[in-house]
């Protein structure tokens, strides 16, 4: 048994594959499983898979380790990891509307429109909002109000009636309420109208809730589902498909039963007279006390894969969910007992599972054909349940009462989001009506007014690459190893990448965390490493000091450390038996390696995490006398630095480089842990005097250097916003340091190793006898380089400015030696499409005229932000290029875009460590909106396929070209003697007319000039014309006037007969003439 095992395990470790197979990985461990409990496997790394096995670096494997490994691998090809997985679905706070009512909202639908072939369109329609008062409110898609209309009886009452449920009938345009007068109505809404057409009347008890299914083709069959105060379930079921037994067939039209014609009544029918087949269109399926008598129906479904409908009741354990097969022919019933009743309930018929949610704030999934017991039980909420929804990527959506949501994972059973930002704007102690719309990814509560909650991303990522992270990327590194791309950055997160695929195979989220208020905090990351000799391992550090020793494969955090509280980590160097460490604290921090002590089992001392790695490292031996080992993980070197360490290297086992904020640069030997150079960026020529200490310092001194006070700690700042305070360095604070590399192609004589270090605007060179010289690695006013890379021959050097610019420049023959390095510029023009030339030099060509050494290969826009980190892949001669934009971008050596490690296109075919060549050309998606010509020239690759053959011929031979050829020669022909741009449109000729200047009147002052040149025509005689009404009404006044004649004469004789003088009494008519 035992040689089958070995003969098993050495098949799998010589194969091609990179992970064990499941049927091998079974069959292995049936054999293991038939031996002796007490056997422990030693299985030698020989591949990958076995490696990945091997956490403790002891090159073996136990029983323990491999089991684990197997479980991680089975798990990894069961669940797709994607970013979107640790995204909160949350993003945004609601948004408040009105409401439009007078009371609470009690349910919101979406009232669909219906294609011709009778499927819901779900982006058109309008949503619908219900009140008890029977108010109802149309609103558009994007929420606009459009119609109020209201529910009333048909009948005069005293007292009004409540509405209880809606359920919306889009096939055939019109909304079927239910009321406490225990009736149905169903109303027309075709063409904007809200009229009474049908009313169902004399139920035995009242409609509670309600639910429809409308059929899927034209002749499919329609439902409607009721659920009452009795605990009994109807379904109503109409459509042309219908065939009813012992009835007439009557031909359907297009609404079916509730058909009408113009003019009609409003129909009233008795439900016992529905129930006879009054209509013959209309079937009605009873379902008497599915629930115990006297319990409300608090919500029913009808599921058309499951050929079944489901009911649920509010405060019965017994019956409190019931899934009832319609057919007749099968009568079976799935009874889900549940303590304290089901409020709510969701359907997923896909995966047949159903979530339940009530009074005992508990939300359960079950398999619907399983209600024994629930298959996963949330707790969490602290009130009543009022709302569950199944949604994408195998998850949950809760609300209850409180007004709290939560998201909880299926898959992993664990709650993935709890969203508190619904104040009391929308209600106080009201209820809460929840509608989650799957097209507009939109969740709507309603109560006193409407909140409105985006769910997931909102903008469509179809047409554009994504991104990597949810904040930006600090550093990308390349495993040799296992053949990935380890990426983290501040969302505190460490992502494992398969570049020739570009897919991730892991993601470990919340690496680094603190407590703040009871609650853990993600911390961002800063600084990360490999173990330099296994490569099984990644060192990481955060902002706040913290540093964390991880298994990546496993996601097994193996050792925490730190170099001082709220002390930001800027870089970290693994090396051979030691960590070096630096930041904010302005000096390096040593810590052991995992190697380097014995295993030591402690769980009560700081960093041990309750594992069996060391704690104490071996350089805290040298202060065992004065016990201060129990106080900190690891050993300060002297502080030489007066600001902020912003970088550092290695030059393994000789000498390490440190850099700070305000431009000091120090060289430190390995082996004695002292500096012994030390220059300022500022004046690289001028070498800054080293003083020694002689004296040990006190115990007192060290926690000072270890343990910075409060006063120092305000002080630590971020590198790129700080100020220095040091009147050595305060004439050379315009040159600040952001990153150095180490290069050894540089050579001297004799040979030694070179150092790179970078300024705001330049590049130096610094070796063992001092400064070499500078070059501009930037091409436009106030950006800066922010990281570089060499390859491992050091023939090319990668740098990323704060604009976003990748560079590649030739560093082979940069200050070489004799003999120089024979340079074949036509191959690095038929590689590098930014060498070919151009009519008119870009900008990145115009800043380095001049400037022979080094050559720049390449240049163009990698993305809209800094770039804070570059990885060269030399085997498939790949450059990775992260971004403050949150992204990481794959490109070839040549500047042909790959893709965005994240993104929704499907990846380019990459053969596995091969060099990649022959790439489809493509552009980011928004680099294209701002990219430059020159950019789009490296991106495309010079696009010279489409010139002609002169064209080329100029390109390739530079030297032929005269300035009588520029004048006289266009892409390599002669121009034609006609003009170049042919027939043309001309301007007509001006009259030549003076017009002579106006002449002002100024008889009004200087207040209001007038300018005589400006003709108005005269007016003339106008007529005016007087309506017909008043030449009427003048008519009538002046016969009345002609009548009224006589009687003034008469009247004026008698006066003058009687002598008396009296006044003159005028008539109506005559005071008008008057």
Same mark, same amino acid.
């Given at each position: 048994m035992?040689e089958?095992i070995? /003969?098993c395990?050495?098949?799998?470790s010589?194969?091609?594959?990179?992970?064990?197979?499941?049927?091998?990985?079974?069959?292995?461990t049936?054999?293991? *499983?038939?031996?002796s409990?007490?056997?422990?496997?030693?299985?030698?790394?020989?591949?990958?898979?076995?490696?990945?096995?091997d956490?403790?670096?002891?090159?073996?494997?136990d029983?323990?380790?491999?089991?684990?490994?197997?479980?991680i691998?089975l798990?990894g090809?069961?669940a797709?990891?994607?970013?979107e997985?640790?995204?909160?679905?949350?993003?945004h706070?609601?948004?408040f509307?009105?409401?439009?009512?007078?009371?609470?909202?009690?349910?919101?639908?979406?009232?669909?429109?219906?294609?011709q072939?009778k499927?819901p369109?779900?982006?058109? $329609?309008?949503?619908?909002?219900?009140?008890?008062?029977?108010?109802?409110?149309?609103?558009?898609?994007?929420?606009?109000?459009?119609?109020?209309?209201?529910?009333?009886?048909?009948?005069?009452?005293?007292h009004?009636?409540?509405?209880?449920d809606m359920?919306?009938?889009?096939? @055939?345009?019109?909304?079927?309420?239910?009321?406490?007068?225990?009736?149905?109505?169903f109303?027309?809404?075709?063409?904007?109208r809200?009229?009474?057409r @049908?009313v169902?009347?004399?139920?035995?008890?009242? +409609?509670?809730c309600?639910?429809?299914?409308?059929?899927?083709?034209?002749?499919g069959?329609?439902?409607?589902?009721?659920?009452?105060?009795?605990?009994?379930v109807?379904?109503?079921s109409f $459509?042309?498909?219908?065939?009813?037994?012992?009835?007439?067939?009557?031909?359907?039209g297009?609404?079916?039963?509730?058909?009408?014609t113009?003019?009609?009544d409003?129909?009233?029918y008795?439900?016992?007279?529905i129930?006879?087949?009054?209509?013959p269109?209309?079937?009605?399926?009873?379902?008497?006390?599915?629930h115990?008598?006297?319990?409300?129906?608090?919500?029913?479904?009808f599921?058309?894969i499951?050929?079944?409908?489901?009911?649920?009741?509010?405060?019965?354990?017994?019956?409190?969910?019931?899934?009832?097969?319609v057919?007749?022919?099968?009568?079976?019933?799935?009874?889900?007992?549940?303590?304290h009743?089901v409020?709510c309930?969701?359907?997923?018929?896909?995966?047949?599972?159903?979530a339940?949610?009530?009074?005992?704030?508990a939300?359960?999934i079950?398999?619907?054909y399983?209600p024994?017991?629930?298959?996963?039980?949330?707790t969490?909420?602290h009130?009543?349940?009022?709302g569950?929804?199944f949604?994408?990527?195998?998850?949950i %959506?809760?609300?209850?009462?409180?007004?709290?949501i939560?998201?909880?994972?299926?898959?992993?059973?664990?709650c993935?989001?709890?969203?508190?930002?619904?104040?009391?704007?929308i209600g106080?102690?009201?209820?809460?009506a929840?509608?989650?719309?799957?097209?507009f990814?939109k969740?709507i509560?309603?109560?006193s007014?409407?909140a409105?909650?985006?769910?997931?991303?909102?903008?469509?990522?179809? /047409?554009?690459?994504?991104?990597t992270h949810?904040?930006?990327?600090?550093?990308a590194?390349?495993?040799?190893?296992?053949?990935?791309?380890?990426?983290?950055?501040?969302?505190?997160? @460490?992502m494992?990448?398969?570049?020739?695929?570009?897919k991730?195979?892991?993601?470990?989220?919340?690496?680094?965390t603190r407590?703040e208020y009871?609650?853990?905090v993600?911390i961002e990351?800063?600084?990360?490493?490999?173990?330099?000799?296994?490569?099984?391992?990644?060192?990481?550090?955060?902002?706040?000091g913290?540093?964390?020793?991880?298994?990546? /494969?496993?996601?097994?955090?193996?050792?925490?450390?730190?170099?001082?509280?709220?002390?930001?980590?800027?870089?970290?160097?693994w090396?051979?038996?030691r960590?070096?460490?630096?930041?904010w604290?302005?000096?390096?921090?040593?810590?052991?390696?995992?190697?380097?002590?014995?295993? +030591?089992p402690?769980e009560?001392r700081?960093?041990?995490l309750?594992?069996?790695?060391?704690?104490?490292?071996r350089?805290a031996?040298k202060y065992?006398?004065?016990n201060?080992?129990?106080?900190?993980?690891?050993?300060?070197?002297?502080?030489?630095?007066?600001?902020?360490?912003?970088?550092?290297?290695?030059?393994?086992?000789?000498?390490l480089?440190?850099?700070? *904020?305000?431009?000091?640069?120090?060289?430190?030997?390995?082996?004695t842990a002292?500096? *012994?150079?030390?220059?300022?960026?500022?004046?690289?020529?001028?070498r800054?005097?080293?003083?020694?200490?002689?004296?040990?310092?006190?115990?007192?001194?060290?926690?000072?250097?270890l *343990?910075?006070?409060?006063?120092?700690?305000?002080?630590a700042?971020?590198?790129?916003?700080?100020?220095?305070n040091?009147?050595k360095?305060?004439?050379?604070?315009?040159?600040?340091?952001?990153t150095?590399?180490?290069?050894?192609c540089?050579?001297?004589?004799?040979?030694?190793?070179?150092m790179?270090?970078?300024?705001?605007?330049q590049k130096e060179?610094?070796s063992d006898?001092?400064f070499?010289?500078?070059?501009?690695?930037?091409?436009?006013?106030g950006?800066y380089?922010v990281?570089?890379?060499?390859d491992?021959?050091?023939?090319?050097?990668f740098?990323?400015?704060?604009?976003?610019?990748? !560079?590649?420049?030739?560093?082979k023959?940069?200050?070489?030696?004799n003999?120089?390095?024979?340079?074949?510029?036509p191959?690095?023009?038929?590689?590098?499409p930014?060498?070919?030339?151009?009519?008119?030099?870009?900008?990145?060509?115009?800043?380095?005229?001049?400037?022979d050494?080094?050559?720049?290969?390449?240049?163009?826009?990698?993305?809209?932000?800094?770039?804070?980190?570059?990885?060269?892949?030399?085997?498939?001669?790949?450059?990775?290029?992260?971004?403050?934009d949150?992204?990481?971008?794959?490109?070839?050596?040549g500047?042909?875009y790959?893709?965005? %490690?994240?993104?929704?296109?499907?990846?380019?075919?990459?053969?596995?460590?091969?060099? +990649?060549d022959?790439m489809?050309?493509?552009?980011?998606?928004?680099?294209a909106?701002?990219?430059?010509?020159?950019?789009?020239?490296?991106?495309?690759?010079a /696009?010279?396929g489409?010139?002609?053959?002169?064209c080329?011929?100029?390109i390739?031979?530079?030297?032929?070209?005269?300035?009588y050829?520029?004048?006289t020669?266009?892409?390599?022909?002669?121009?034609?003697?006609d003009?170049?741009?042919?027939?043309?449109?001309?301007l007509p000729?001006r009259?030549?007319?003076?017009?002579?200047?106006?002449? @002002?009147d100024?008889?009004?002052?200087?207040?209001?000039?007038?300018?005589?040149?400006?003709?108005?025509?005269?007016?003339?005689?106008?007529?005016l014309?007087?309506?017909?009404?008043?030449?009427?009404?003048?008519?009538?006044?002046?016969?009345?006037l002609?009548?009224?004649?006589p009687?003034?004469?008469?009247?004026? !004789?008698?006066?003058?007969?009687?002598?008396?003088?009296?006044?003159?009494?005028?008539?109506?008519?005559?005071?008008?003439?008057?």
């Amino acid at each position: 048994m035992l040689e089958q095992i070995c /003969n098993c395990t050495s098949l799998r470790s010589t194969s091609t594959s990179d992970s064990l197979s499941r049927a091998c990985a079974i069959k292995f461990t049936r054999m293991c *499983y038939r031996t002796s409990s007490a056997l422990q496997l030693r299985l030698y790394a020989q591949r990958n898979s076995f490696t990945k096995m091997d956490e403790k670096r002891n090159s073996a494997v136990d029983w323990d380790e491999f089991v684990s490994r197997m479980i991680i691998e089975l798990h990894g090809e069961d669940a797709v990891l994607t970013k979107e997985m640790r995204q909160p679905p949350i993003n945004h706070p609601p948004l408040f509307q009105s409401s439009g009512h007078r009371h609470p909202i009690t349910r919101i639908l979406f009232f669909p429109a219906v294609k011709q072939d009778k499927t819901p369109e779900s982006a058109d $329609g309008r949503f619908v909002t219900l009140s008890k008062d029977g108010t109802i409110n149309f609103w558009s898609p994007s929420f606009e109000h459009e119609k109020t209309c209201y529910c009333k009886s048909n009948e005069k009452r005293v007292h009004p009636t409540w509405v209880t449920d809606m359920v919306c009938l889009p096939d @055939i345009n019109m909304i079927g309420i239910s009321s406490t007068e225990r009736n149905l109505r169903f109303y027309d809404t075709m063409a904007m109208r809200f009229e009474l057409r @049908i009313v169902i009347t004399s139920f035995e008890k009242a +409609v509670t809730c309600m639910a429809y299914h409308m059929g899927s083709t034209s002749d499919g069959i329609s439902h409607i589902v009721t659920g009452d105060m009795g605990g009994h379930v109807r379904i109503f079921s109409f $459509g042309k498909g219908l065939i009813i037994e012992g009835r007439a067939e009557v031909k359907a039209g297009a609404r079916g039963p509730f058909s009408f014609t113009a003019g009609d009544d409003v129909k009233v029918y008795h439900y016992k007279a529905i129930k006879k087949g009054i209509l013959p269109l209309l079937l009605v399926t009873e379902y008497l006390e599915s629930h115990p008598g006297g319990e409300w129906v608090k919500q029913v479904a009808f599921c058309p894969i499951l050929r079944s409908f489901i009911s649920c009741c509010g405060s019965s354990s017994e019956k409190s969910l019931v899934l009832r097969d319609v057919r007749t022919s099968i009568k079976v019933d799935y009874v889900f007992n549940v303590p304290h009743g089901v409020h709510c309930f969701a359907v997923n018929e896909a995966r047949f599972m159903l979530a339940t949610g009530g009074s005992d704030c508990a939300v359960r999934i079950w398999n619907a054909y399983v209600p024994n017991k629930a298959v996963i039980a949330f707790t969490g909420h602290h009130a009543a349940i009022c709302g569950v929804e199944f949604m994408e990527g195998y998850r949950i %959506l809760s609300m209850s009462s409180d007004k709290c949501i939560k998201i909880w994972g299926i898959g992993d059973a664990s709650c993935i989001q709890t969203y508190n930002q619904l104040t009391s704007e929308i209600g106080e102690h009201t209820r809460l009506a929840v509608y989650f719309h799957h097209g507009f990814k939109k969740l709507i509560v309603g109560s006193s007014k409407i909140a409105f909650i985006p769910y997931g991303p909102q903008e469509d990522e179809s /047409n554009k690459d994504g991104t990597t992270h949810f904040q930006s990327v600090t550093k990308a590194l390349y495993n040799t190893l296992f053949k990935c791309l380890v990426t983290v950055g501040n969302d505190s997160a @460490i992502m494992i990448w398969d570049v020739w695929t570009g897919k991730c195979s892991s993601i470990l989220t919340e690496a680094h965390t603190r407590m703040e208020y009871g609650l853990q905090v993600p911390i961002e990351i800063t600084a990360a490493a490999f173990d330099p000799i296994s490569q099984q391992l990644l060192i990481t550090g955060a902002r706040d000091g913290t540093l964390k020793i991880w298994n990546f /494969n496993s996601g097994l955090c193996i050792r925490h450390m730190s170099i001082e509280r709220n002390c930001e980590v800027t870089s970290v160097l693994w090396l051979q038996n030691r960590i070096l460490a630096v930041g904010w604290n302005r000096h390096i921090t040593e810590f052991a390696d995992l190697d380097s002590t014995e295993l +030591v089992p402690d769980e009560n001392r700081r960093g041990s995490l309750g594992s069996t790695w060391p704690t104490i490292p071996r350089c805290a031996a040298k202060y065992a006398g004065s016990n201060l080992a129990e106080k900190f993980d690891g050993k300060q070197w002297e502080t030489r630095h007066s600001e902020d360490v912003v970088c550092a290297v290695a030059n393994p086992p000789q000498s390490l480089a440190t850099g700070s *904020y305000n431009g000091e640069l120090i060289l430190w030997r390995l082996e004695t842990a002292q500096p *012994y150079r030390q220059y300022h960026v500022g004046n690289p020529l001028d070498r800054v005097k080293l003083d020694f200490k002689k004296t040990r310092p006190t115990d007192n001194e060290i926690m000072d250097n270890l *343990y910075t006070n409060e006063t120092s700690k305000s002080t630590a700042r971020s590198p790129r916003f700080g100020t220095t305070n040091s009147k050595k360095s305060s004439s050379h604070i315009s040159s600040r340091m952001t990153t150095m590399v180490w290069c050894h192609c540089i050579s001297h004589n004799p040979p030694q190793g070179q150092m790179k270090q970078e300024t705001d605007n330049q590049k130096e060179s610094i070796s063992d006898y001092g400064f070499l010289g500078s070059f501009l690695a930037i091409h436009s006013v106030g950006d800066y380089v922010v990281t570089m890379t060499t390859d491992q021959n050091n023939e090319y050097l990668f740098t990323g400015d704060s604009a976003g610019y990748l !560079k590649v420049w030739l560093l082979k023959n940069y200050f070489a030696s004799n003999p120089q390095p024979k340079i074949v510029m036509p191959m690095y023009r038929l590689q590098f499409p930014f060498l070919l030339r151009d009519r008119w030099n870009g900008k990145a060509k115009r800043a380095i005229k001049g400037q022979d050494l080094p050559i720049l290969l390449s240049s163009h826009q990698a993305h809209l932000r800094a770039i804070t980190h570059i990885e060269y892949i030399s085997e498939g001669k790949i450059i990775v290029s992260c971004s403050s934009d949150c992204s990481v971008r794959v490109w070839t050596l040549g500047g042909r875009y790959i893709g965005t %490690l994240g993104q929704n296109r499907p990846w380019p075919d990459l053969e596995h460590g091969k060099e +990649v060549d022959n790439m489809p050309l493509r552009t980011p998606y928004d680099v294209a909106k701002v990219a430059s010509f020159t950019t789009m020239k490296v991106l495309n690759g010079a /696009n010279i396929g489409h010139r002609s053959h002169s064209c080329c011929d100029i390109i390739q031979s530079e030297d032929a070209i005269t300035d009588y050829d520029l004048k006289t020669r266009v892409y390599g022909r002669r121009a034609n003697k006609d003009h170049p741009l042919g027939t043309y449109f001309k301007l007509p000729k001006r009259s030549g007319k003076v017009h002579p200047p106006p002449k @002002i009147d100024r008889s009004y002052g200087f207040l209001v000039p007038a300018y005589e040149h400006i003709h108005c025509p005269h007016p003339g005689k106008l007529e005016l014309t007087t309506p017909l009404s008043v030449v009427r009404i003048q008519k009538q006044r002046e016969m009345t006037l002609e009548q009224d004649m006589p009687a003034v004469q008469v009247s004026s !004789k008698i006066n003058e007969n009687s002598g008396q003088k009296k006044p003159k009494k005028s008539s109506p008519c005559a005071r008008f003439i008057n």
